[in-house]
């Protein structure tokens, strides 16, 4: 399944409505080149979480935690490549918040089973959004957010 974003206004509005989805343990991974919107649609996920601080790209710090609903953990693992290991993810991943992963693709085997892929491509003026569950909980999660549209 897929949406279409005509603007970064439309594109945190999406991630908001997600975000007010998500659940302790939940592990989203975006997915897309250097501007397509990956930190935009996290800055909505953050805002449905109930997050107030401003959320900045993860780029150089790796990891950023943000207090809301649920503590909420984005990471940008472009920068650790080929050594995962770098970074205990474990502290993450399974830990009492929510996790966004930018370039999580990169991680492949490190990823627990159960996330949600969200694969962002520029289309016209706009970004295309395209869901990728994978594991019961991420279908339910998707499923859930896919009934509000």
Not at 53 to 59: A, G, L, Y
Request: with cysteine; charged share 30%; proline share 4%.
């Amino acid at each position: 399944m897929s949406m279409y974003s005509q603007n970064e206004r439309q594109l945190m509005a999406i991630g908001q409505q997600l975000g007010q989805k998500l659940q302790r343990q939940d592990v989203l991974v975006l997915t897309g080149d250097l501007g397509a919107g990956k930190t935009t649609l996290t800055k909505g996920i953050a805002k449905g979480l109930g997050v107030a601080q401003m959320v900045k790209s993860p780029t150089y710090t790796i990891v950023r935690q943000y207090e809301g609903r649920l503590p909420l953990y984005h990471l940008d693992v472009y920068r650790i490549g080929d050594d995962p290991d770098s970074i205990d993810l474990d502290d993450f991943l399974f830990g009492d918040g929510v996790t966004v992963i930018e370039w999580g693709e990169l991680l492949k085997e490190e990823l627990p089973d159960d996330y949600l892929e969200v694969v962002l491509s520029r289309e016209q003026d706009g970004r295309r959004l395209t869901f990728k569950p994978s594991g019961p909980r991420s279908r339910q999660l998707f499923e859930d957010f896919c009934r509000e549209d």
